[in-house]
């Protein structure tokens, strides 16, 4: 508990403390830039308290999302398990919730090394359950702009004039389309696999999308397991054209927020090489972003067709 890191850790505890006193400590789970995930215990619980570190307006915004999901899903139980509210500090952005038992799907983003394949079918039903969901009215509103997030992907050059034009004239036939509730991060990573179900954690995404967010984030992740992206790509697809093009519009900005994000883990990677002995992480972000650079071409000639059909 010295040093910087002690001194922050002790901040940490503290703002848990005024919200949870009875929270003991045991360990420190995860350490990022922006946040930290302490287990401990509450009385003869189990939980995890998470602070943000970073409290930049948007990651304070996020945090906050999160708290109130975790607020909603007391009143209104998701058709998933989810880990239960202990306590929470919105304005400290800070959060007490129980830890729930079982091993992640996968402890990577992008998994490098095949899955069980019933793991991801574990995985992917609890999504779908998620996307069949329908909070009461009100409860969530819509994370993402679409209109905005395809501009601003062109206004950074990772879309052509020809994507953002493709993209607005799908957006445009799914101006009526029912929203979707979706988690907002289907990574694997944020499903715990326990003999009891799966388990959803990371709701700081969470709300009405265009149909098919949820499974583009999964499409976009397992890059090694195509069975998987075929199961995806059909479900995706059964409803029609219109849940076809969502899919597609949903893919493509996946895609490309993906690409954006290891492009420039790649670039600081290659300004501030890594100390001799550390292994090779340049060249397996290298081979994702080639591999999302294909799917991403893939993506795009779909798109083309698409609108072809409209």
């Known amino acids: 508990m010295s040093g910087p890191q002690g001194a922050q850790l002790r901040t940490v ?8 006193p009875e929270f003991n400590p045991v360990q420190v789970l995860r350490r990022g830039g922006r946040s930290v995930l302490l287990v401990g215990t509450t009385g003869r619980t189990t939980a995890v ?3 943000l570190l970073d409290h930049s307006p948007a990651w304070a915004e996020r945090f906050r999302h999160e708290i109130a999901t975790y607020r909603a899903f007391v009143r209104h139980r998701p058709p ?4 239960r509210l202990i306590a929470a500090d919105p304005d400290n952005c800070t959060l007490v919730i129980e830890r729930m ?9 992008h998994p490098v090394d095949s899955l069980p394949r019933a793991d991801v079918r574990a995985a992917l039903a609890a999504i779908c359950r998620v996307n069949l969901w329908r909070p009461p009215a009100g409860m969530f509103d819509m994370p993402l702009d679409y209109g905005k997030r395809i501009a601003r992907y062109h206004e950074l050059g990772l879309l052509t004039d020809r994507d953002m034009g493709d993209l607005q004239k799908l957006l ?17 990573s944020n499903v715990l696999l326990s003999p009891a179900g799966p388990v959803l954690l990371d709701w700081d995404q969470a709300g009405w999308y265009l149909p098919g967010y949820d499974l583009a984030t999964l499409w976009a992740v397992l ?9 995806i790509s059909q479900h995706a697809q059964a409803a029609g054209p219109a849940s076809r093009d969502a899919f597609l519009v949903n893919l493509m900005l996946v895609l490309t927020r993906e690409i954006r994000t290891y492009e420039t883990a790649l670039q600081r990677a290659m300004e ?3 100390p001799a002995g550390a292994g090779d992480c340049g060249e397996e972000q290298r081979l994702l972003l080639r591999r999302l650079h294909d799917d991403c071409a ?4 779909a798109v083309r067709a698409a609108v072809g059909t409209r």
Do not use: W
């Not at 505890?13 to 919200?19: A, E, G, L, P």
């Not at 445009?172 to 694997?188: I, K, P, R, S, T």
């Open 49 to 51: 308290a998470k602070c």
């Open 298 to 301: 893939m993506a795009r000639r």
């Open 272 to 274: 501030d090489p890594a």
């Open 101 to 109: 038992p079982g091993r992640p799907a996968s402890v990577q983003r």
């Open 80 to 83: 998933v398990r989810v880990p």
């Open 172 to 188: 445009h036939g799914l101006a009526h389309v029912q929203g979707q509730f979706c988690h907002g991060d289907a990574l694997l």
């Open 13 to 20: 505890i503290s703002s848990v403390h005024r919200i949870c």
């Open 223 to 231: 890059g090694d397991a195509p069975v998987a992206r075929r199961q």
